[in-house]
């Protein structure tokens, strides 16, 4: 195992401020995967999960390739346990593939993104966190080259691999600001097969989604050949049947009025249109507002908050899409 480190900044007190990266390296040349975390400093499971995976790589070498790991991206954040880079609150997922010359964020952003291209690697896993009610799922880009359907199959062949249930981003509101993060530029810009790995909620380790993202990468170098076989390959317990390709939908579960929030489904149920999703109640009890369902969904999360506001997004939910990709009908691959 070979350390080194990302030099992001000089602080006002001379101290460097780097990143830190591990590498792990067979004799034998293969694929070059990245793993890497916290690029949202208050979601530190994803940091666990690297700490836990080059642990069974000092025990279990690689058979070949290399694995590089970034246990934290924002190292700043990370120690404020704040999912934003302090000195500006920028959000360092909506700043890639960066810029040298920018701000704070795009400079950082810059600094990872072209380290991690310039490696030519063959898959990038982003370990993230969504809340404490949450499914395990991955998160797939929109893939924006109409000619690029080989990257949709790679995607989408790496996400059955997962053992996980897998989401793609809705077309309709896959905005800039989304083409901005590390996977959607390594995708869309490097074309690197990338992806997200959601794994639970943020601010506290979560053994049970430390387990399930680290069964799901161990899958994936299996799959490689960069160390022995899993055979069968983990599948969680949980994993639902969707098919066709489900695709997420934000925003649309909002209150209109402050209140209490009273959830009355739980992460993983399917729900049919106009079932009550949750309901907003004020300090006598009284019902204010029923948040009720749109259309027939997978309830994939709902926030960490018992107080509302008008305007919150309180749950998220997936559908069944037959053009989850916006270029051409793609439906799951087959078992």
Not at 206 to 215: A, D, P, Q, T, W
Not at 294 to 316: H, N, R, T, V, W
Request: glycine share 6%; proline share 6%.
């Amino acid at each position: 195992m070979k350390k080194e480190y990302i030099s992001i900044f000089k602080s006002v007190d001379f101290a460097r401020r780097k990143i830190p990266l591990i590498i792990q390296e067979s004799q034998e040349p293969g694929p070059i995967v990245w793993v890497v975390a916290a690029i949202h400093g208050d979601e530190v499971t994803g940091t666990e999960i690297v700490l836990r995976l080059n642990r069974f790589l000092n025990r279990t070498p690689l058979l070949k390739g290399k694995v590089y790991s970034l246990p934290i991206m924002n190292p700043t954040g990370y120690e404020q346990i704040n999912r934003y880079e302090p000195s500006g609150s920028y959000d360092l997922n909506r700043c890639f593939p960066g810029n040298p010359k920018g701000n704070t964020g795009e400079r950082i952003a810059y600094k990872i993104y072209s380290k991690i291209v310039k490696t030519k690697p063959s898959l990038v896993i982003d370990l993230h966190t969504d809340s404490m009610e949450s499914i395990p799922y991955v998160y797939l880009d929109q893939v924006l080259d109409e000619k690029d359907a080989p990257m949709v199959k790679t995607l989408l062949d790496y996400s059955e691999l997962s053992g996980i249930n897998y989401f793609v981003e809705n077309s309709e509101t896959y905005s800039e600001e989304l083409k901005d993060t590390i996977t959607g530029a390594l995708v869309n810009i490097a074309k690197v097969p990338s992806f997200t790995l959601e794994l639970g909620g943020p601010l506290v380790v979560s053994n049970k989604f430390v387990e399930i993202g680290l069964n799901s990468v161990k899958n994936f170098l299996s799959h490689l050949d960069m160390i022995q076989p899993i055979n069968p390959a983990w599948q969680y317990q949980y994993k639902l049947n969707l098919n066709p390709v489900y695709e997420t939908v934000w925003n649309r579960y909002t209150p209109d009025y402050a209140g209490i929030v009273e959830y009355k489904v739980r992460a993983g149920d399917m729900v049919k249109k106009g079932d009550i999703l949750a309901r907003i109640k004020n300090l006598f009890d009284n019902t204010i507002q029923l948040i009720k369902a749109k259309e027939d969904s997978l309830i994939i999360s709902y926030a960490d908050q018992s107080i509302c506001f008008p305007g919150d997004e309180l749950i998220m939910t997936a559908r069944h899409s037959h053009r989850a990709f916006k270029f051409t009908k793609i439906a799951a691959p087959s078992d």
